[in-house]
């Protein structure tokens, strides 16, 4: 009885937590996109800034210094188009030892106990998205002056 009750629970919760998803559009994505890329140009302006004053840089230097930047990030950004393929390959692999895991679980495990195992795996991959979303919460600069003498 105690498992029956247990089970309509776990099902209530996780039905309850399904419908609190929401889908994004290509639209929002989009516009997400956009306002990171601002807010990255944002900063990386405000860094420069800081390092203009704090190393008391002249404007040779500055337009050095941001082309050095320029130059740094078309070559990262060739990188990463270069192992784009190798990264694709890697996650198709992946999927497919997925699914063939799924497939031999599904021959081992009764139906019941596959459900379960499923419904595990989805409630596991949820948390480790919500400890990932707060490590990036958490990655907010810290004030790391040192604290004055007392």
Known sequence: MKKLVLAIAFIGIGGFAMAQQTTTTPQD???KRAEMHQKMEQKHQEH???M???LNLNPSQVAQIK????KR???MKADFDKNKDARQA???DMKAKRAQMDADMKKILTP???DKWQADRKAKMEQRKTAMKDRKMMKKPMNTAAPAAN
Not at 67 to 70: D, I, R, S, T
């Open 48 to 50: 420069m800034d800081q």
């Open 67 to 70: 082309a050095l930047h320029e």
């Open 29 to 31: 994505k989009q516009a």
């Open 90 to 92: 890697k996650m198709e």
């Open 52 to 54: 203009q004053k704090d």
């Open 112 to 114: 019941d106990q596959y």
């Open 73 to 75: 990030k078309s070559e």
